[in-house]
C-alpha cells in the first residue's frame, strides 16, 4: 500500500484551529475531523494509495467553497477537490496536512435550455443524473464512462472522461461549454462561454484534464444531444484475438463511425456472462459490440455493411440485437465488466493508455508476452474504436511484492503505447498511478511548460500537490532524465 506522499508541506496551522475556522465558514455537518469520519475519503477507485486528509469539507455553495479557499490560501495549505472519488489513478488521493474539498452537496441542475439544447449544472451532479433530468425533452449528455451511475461531472471535467459513445460523440471537452472555476485565491473565473466559441486563448480545453491541479469547478455547462431515431447493436464472436483486433480498424476505415465500438477478451468474456448474463458466446476468444446510432435508413444500411466487414474479417458469430431490450443486456455486460472481473482475483490494477488503432494486434500480442512473463493474468476490456487499451492486471495485495509486480507490468504497458505512439492516459488520468510514466512520454522542455503553466495559476502549488506531472529530479530518480553534473536539463526553470 502507497501513501503517495512524497510531496511535504509544513502546516501554518494548528488543526484544531484549522477545524476552528472552518467551523465559521460552514455549517457543523459540513467539516469532519475525527478520523472515523475522515476514513471513506482515504483513497479514491486505486485503493493501492490510501492517506487521510487532515480535514474534509463538504461545502453546500459556491461561496462556501470561496470562503474555504481563501482560509486555505491564507495558511498556505493543500487542497485535494473530489467528487464521487471513481477515480481510477489516485487524483482524489487526500494529502495528510491538506484539506479534501468534496463538491459531492453541489449537486443540482441549475437550468436546462431545450432551444439551445444546453443544461447549466453543479459539479457533484452525477454524469448518468444529466441524461435522466433531460430524458423529458428527447435529449441526452454524450459521454458516458462506465461509471456513469457514480462519477460526477465535475470529476468527467477534471479527468476529460470518456466512454462507449465518445467515439462518435467526443469526449467531456467536445461536450461542454463552459466551466465556473474558483482559483486557489477563492476567486470565481468564468472559461468558455454559452456561445460555441469564446474569445481568446482556449482555457476551457485547458481546464478540461486538468486534475484539480488549476482550480475548482464549481458548474459546467454541458452541450445536450437530440437523442437518436434509431440504435442497433452488433455482437461479433472471434477465435482469435488478434482478428477481433484488425476487424475494428476495418470497420472504421470503411468509413463508418459506430457510437461504440467495444472489445473483451475471454477471460472478460465470462467474467461479466457470470454477472450479468448478457448471452455472451463464452467459448469466444474475443467478442466486439458494435453500436449504430442516427437516422433509421442510415442505421439499416450501416448495420448491413457491419455485418459484412465482421465476417469477412472472421467473425464466428455475427448477431444483431433483436430489440432494445437485447442491446441493453449486451451493453448491460460490457458495463458491468470492471465490477464482474473484480470477482475474479482478490485485486485488479486496471491500466489506461491509448494507443493509434491500427496498432491494436501488436499491442494485444505484447500485453499477452508479458502477462506469461510476470506470471500474472490480465483481462481486456476497452474502447477499442478508440484505441484507448484497459488492461485489467488480476493480482492479490496480500502476497508480499506482487503489487511492485503489477505495478512494474503496467508501466511496460503504458511504456510500450509510447513507443507506438500512443499516450499513456486514455480517459483515467495521471494522478498518482502514472506519474512515473509522464517522464517517459514528455522531455524534460515540455515538463517544463506544464510546470510553468501550473506556476500561472497556483504559484504556491496548494492545488492536489504531487500529482499528474513529475517534478524534473524525480524523472531522474526514475531514470528518465538526463542529469548532467548534478543538474537537470533546465536548472533555470526548476523553480517552477
Ligand atoms: C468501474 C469504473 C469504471 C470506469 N469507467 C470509466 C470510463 O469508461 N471512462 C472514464 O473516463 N473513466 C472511467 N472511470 C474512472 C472515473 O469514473 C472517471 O475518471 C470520473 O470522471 C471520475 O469522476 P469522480 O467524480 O469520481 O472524480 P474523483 O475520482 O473524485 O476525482 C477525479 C479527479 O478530478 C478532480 N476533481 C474532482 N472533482 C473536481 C472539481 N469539482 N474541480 C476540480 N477537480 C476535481 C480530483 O481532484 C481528481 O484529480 C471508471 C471508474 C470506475 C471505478
Known amino acids: 500500500m502507497h501513501t503517495g506522499c512524497e510531496h511535504e508541506h509544513t502546516a501554518t496551522i494548528s488543526k484544531a484551529d484549522l477545524v476552528k475556522q472552518l467551523l465559521a465558514l460552514l455549517p457543523a455537518d459540513c467539516v469532519l475531523f475525527e478520523a472515523e469520519d475522515l476514513n471513506p475519503y482515504e483513497c479514491d477507485g486505486l485503493s493501492a494509495y490510501r492517506q487521510l486528509p487532515w480535514v474534509t469539507v463538504l461545502p453546500n455553495s459556491v461561496e462556501q467553497v470561496q470562503a474555504v479557499m481563501r482560509?486555505?490560501?491564507?495558511?498556505?495549505?493543500?487542497?485535494v477537490a473530489r467528487g464521487a472519488g471513481t477515480g481510477l489513478s489516485g487524483g482524489a488521493l487526500p494529502h495528510p496536512n491538506g484539506v479534501l474539498l468534496s463538491l459531492a452537496k453541489l449537486k443540482s441542475i441549475l437550468s436546462v435550455d431545450t432551444l439551445g439544447r444546453t443544461?447549466?449544472?453543479q459539479p457533484g451532479v452525477r454524469n448518468l443524473a444529466i441524461s435522466q433530468a433531460v430524458a423529458a425533452h428527447g435529449l441526452y449528455y454524450a459521454p458516458d464512462p462506465s461509471s456513469q451511475i457514480a462519477c460526477t461531472i465535475g470529476g468527467n471535467v477534471a479527468e476529460n472522461s470518456g466512454g462507449v459513445h465518445c467515439l462518435k460523440y467526443g469526449l467531456t471537452i467536445h461536450n461542454i461549454l463552459q466551466v465556473k472555476l474558483v482559483d486557489v485565491t477563492g476567486e470565481l473565473l468564468v472559461i468558455g462561454s454559452e456561445a460555441f466559441d469564446s474569445a481568446g486563448y482556449d482555457l476551457l480545453a485547458l481546464i478540461?484534464?486538468?486534475e484539480g491541479m488549476l482550480g475548482v469547478i464549481v458548474e459546467v455547462t454541458v452541450r445536450l444531444l437530440p437523442m437518436p431515431e434509431q440504435a442497433q447493436v452488433v455482437l461479433a464472436a472471434f477465435n482469435d484475438v488478434?482478428?477481433?483486433?484488425?476487424?475494428?480498424?476495418?470497420i472504421i476505415a470503411a468509413g463508418i463511425i459506430p457510437a461504440g465500438l467495444e472489445m473483451m477478451?475471454?477471460?472478460?468474456?465470462?467474467?461479466?456472462?457470470d454477472y450479468a448474463h448478457a448471452g455472451y458466446p463464452r467459448d469466444a476468444e474475443a467478442i466486439l459490440l458494435c453500436e449504430l446510432d442516427g437516422m433509421r435508413a442510415d442505421v439499416v444500411d450501416q448495420i448491413t455493411r457491419v455485418q459484412l466487414i465482421l465476417s469477412q474479417g472472421g467473425a464466428t458469430e455475427v448477431r444483431l440485437a433483436a430489440d432494445d431490450t437485447a442491446r441493453a443486456l449486451l451493453w448491460k455486460g460490457r458495463k458491468a465488466a470492471f465490477p464482474a472481473v473484480g470477482r475474479l482475483s482478490p485485486d485488479y490494477y486496471c491500466m489506461d493508455g491509448t494507443i493509434p488503432r491500427r496498432h491494436l494486434p501488436l499491442v494485444l500480442r505484447r500485453i499477452a508476452e508479458l502477462s506469461q512473463q510476470y506470471g500474472?493474468?490480465?483481462?481486456?476490456?476497452?474502447?477499442?474504436?478508440?484505441?484507448n487499451l484497459h488492461p485489467l492486471i488480476l493480482y492479490d495485495a496480500n502476497k508480499p511484492g506482487e503489487l511492485e509486480q503489477v505495478e512494474a507490468f503496467g508501466g511496460k504497458i503504458l511504456e510500450f503505447c509510447v513507443e507506438v505512439g500512443g499516450s499513456i492516459t486514455g480517459e483515467h488520468g495521471v494522478g498518482m498511478e502514472k506519474i512515473n510514466q509522464m517522464c517517459v512520454q514528455f522531455d524534460a522542455l515540455a515538463l517544463t511548460q506544464f510546470h510553468a503553466i501550473k506556476h500561472a495559476f497556483d504559484p504556491q502549488g496548494l492545488l492536489n500537490p504531487g500529482k499528474a506531472v513529475p517534478t524534473l529530479h524525480r524523472c531522474a530518480e526514475f531514470g528518465a532524465m538526463h542529469i548532467h553534473h548534478g543538474k537537470t536539463p533546465f536548472p533555470e526553470l526548476e523553480r517552477f
Open 71 to 79: 482560509l486555505c490560501h491564507q495558511y498556505q495549505l493543500p487542497v
Open 119 to 121: 443544461a447549466r449544472v
Open 208 to 210: 478540461t484534464g486538468s
Open 242 to 250: 488478434e482478428k477481433a483486433a484488425a476487424a475494428v480498424g476495418d
Open 265 to 273: 477478451d475471454k477471460l472478460a468474456i465470462n467474467a461479466a456472462e
Open 376 to 387: 500474472l493474468a490480465v483481462a481486456n476490456v476497452f474502447h477499442a474504436g478508440d484505441g
